[in-house]
């Protein structure tokens, strides 16, 4: 009883290891994605992050934006427009969260299946 105990124990620990592995894999792609894309210019991964100056941040951390949108049906298609068609400064919701008035389209910086793939990062965030 022991020696099962022990053993799943160590088996536990390889799985959570080996997750945590591929996890740090798919943060450190979907960091570079958003860096190449531009997107950190306005945008942190972590909320409190202080934006430029010691102003508010430009545009909202994207853990806020998990926390916002998680379990929201359609969520993942509105952010993945947003993304590639901007918003618009008059139904932003995160007014007096950001300094920014609104996010502009960004089509020519990232491929709609490589925003649709960040979105999706963004959402899981958090869980």
């Given at each position: 009883?022991?020696?099962?105990?022990?053993?799943?124990?160590?088996?536990?620990?390889?799985?959570?290891?080996a997750?945590?592995?591929?996890?740090n894999?798919?943060?450190?792609?979907?960091?570079?994605?958003?860096?190449?894309?531009?997107?950190?210019?306005?945008?942190?991964?972590?909320?409190?992050?202080?934006?430029?100056?010691?102003?508010a941040?430009?545009?909202?951390?994207?853990?806020?934006?998990a926390?916002?949108?998680?379990?929201?049906?359609?969520a993942?298609?509105?952010?993945?427009?947003?993304?590639?068609?901007?918003?618009?400064?008059?139904?932003?919701h995160?007014?007096?969260?950001?300094?920014?008035?609104?996010?502009?389209?960004?089509?020519?910086?990232?491929?709609?299946?490589?925003?649709?793939?960040?979105?999706?990062?963004?959402?899981?965030?958090?869980?």
């Amino acid at each position: 009883m022991k020696h099962a105990t022990s053993t799943l124990l160590a088996a536990t620990a390889l799985a959570l290891t080996a997750t945590t592995a591929v996890a740090n894999e798919n943060d450190a792609a979907m960091l570079k994605l958003a860096s190449t894309s531009g997107c950190l210019t306005c945008h942190s991964v972590e909320s409190g992050k202080p934006g430029p100056n010691g102003m508010a941040p430009i545009g909202p951390a994207w853990q806020d934006v998990a926390k916002q949108y998680r379990g929201k049906p359609g969520a993942q298609d509105f952010l993945t427009r947003v993304v590639l068609e901007g918003s618009s400064p008059y139904s932003s919701h995160w007014k007096g969260k950001v300094s920014g008035l609104s996010m502009p389209p960004n089509a020519v910086a990232i491929k709609e299946t490589d925003a649709r793939t960040l979105v999706s990062w963004i959402l899981s965030l958090g869980q």
